[in-house]
């Protein structure tokens, strides 16, 4: 199989602006989705937006969550610009972690080099609402 970054497959996520790293974060976040470099089933991507901060500078990125299983990734063009995007697929994939944790409740998972480890405690409520900043 090939790349996520590369991917040809009908992408179903949504973006929120016309930001080249906001579409490149797309198609590499849902190939890591779909791959099998980096198992992470189960993310509704039709639920996801990617977007892209041109204010924010001290983190990488955000998962915002809006209470109906809806999260959007946003990415930081300060780390586009300064560390390139190899610097940003970390981030997307720690934040695609979040949007599963959002997705399913609540429950908690940590991203690892080799995939998703999920934690037995911890777990949140369905009423949880918010974000995460990296």
Do not use: N
């Amino acid at each position: 199989m090939g790349s996520p970054d590369s991917q040809a497959s009908r992408l179903v996520g949504q973006v929120a602006d016309d930001h080249e790293l906001s579409h490149r974060a797309r198609r590499y976040g849902e190939g890591v989705i779909r791959g099998d470099g980096w198992p992470l089933d189960g993310v509704d991507l039709a639920k996801v937006t990617w977007a892209t901060s041109t204010r924010a500078k001290r983190r990488h990125g955000r998962c915002s969550y809006d209470g109906d299983d809806r999260a959007t990734i946003t990415l930081t063009e300060h780390t586009y610009q300064r560390a390139g995007f190899e610097a940003c697929k970390t981030t997307i994939r720690h934040e695609l972690v979040h949007a599963w944790q959002y997705q399913h409740r609540g429950e908690r998972a940590v991203g690892t080099d080799s995939g998703v480890r999920l934690l037995v405690e911890g777990r949140r409520t369905a009423d949880d609402r918010g974000h995460s900043d990296h």
